[in-house]
């Protein structure tokens, strides 16, 4: 029922910054969102993820501090900010969204994700 699209990624050095965003289109009474990464030889891991009202963030220890996410829901689209990027943060950054019931807080957990992008690359290399 939802589709997603990614666009921002892209090279950055170290210690700069890159802006992500994720189209949604279709429908949807109300979806939580986030973004996932993939780095190579590595599994796929949550980062940051917000509730359908964004009353709601969860973010990976790894991007707290660094990282802001937010959605514009009359827009249809969420964006994550990323700064300070070091570059094991380098990966294949996905949008995910469900509109499934969660568990209370948890809104980053891959399986309970049933839409998927095709993902943005993000390279943090100097």
């Known amino acids: 029922q939802l589709q997603l699209v990614e666009s921002g990624g892209g090279l950055v050095q170290p210690g700069g910054s890159l802006r992500l965003s994720c189209a949604v289109s279709?429908?949807?009474?109300?979806?939580?969102i986030g973004w996932f990464r993939q780095a190579p030889g590595k599994d796929r891991e949550g980062s940051s993820c917000i509730s359908s009202t964004g009353g709601i963030v969860n973010h990976a220890d790894s991007a707290k501090g660094r990282f802001t996410i937010s959605r514009d829901n009359a827009k249809n689209t969420e964006s994550l900010q990323m700064n300070s990027l070091k570059p094991e943060d380098t990966a294949l950054y996905f949008c995910?969204?469900?509109?499934?019931?969660?568990?209370?807080?948890?809104?980053?957990?891959?399986?309970?994700?049933?839409?998927w992008g095709k993902g943005t690359l993000v390279t943090v290399s100097s």
């Open positions: 279709g429908f949807a009474l109300r979806y939580d």
């Open positions: 995910a969204a469900t509109s499934r019931s969660v568990q209370f807080g948890k809104l980053c957990r891959e399986n309970d994700m049933n839409y």
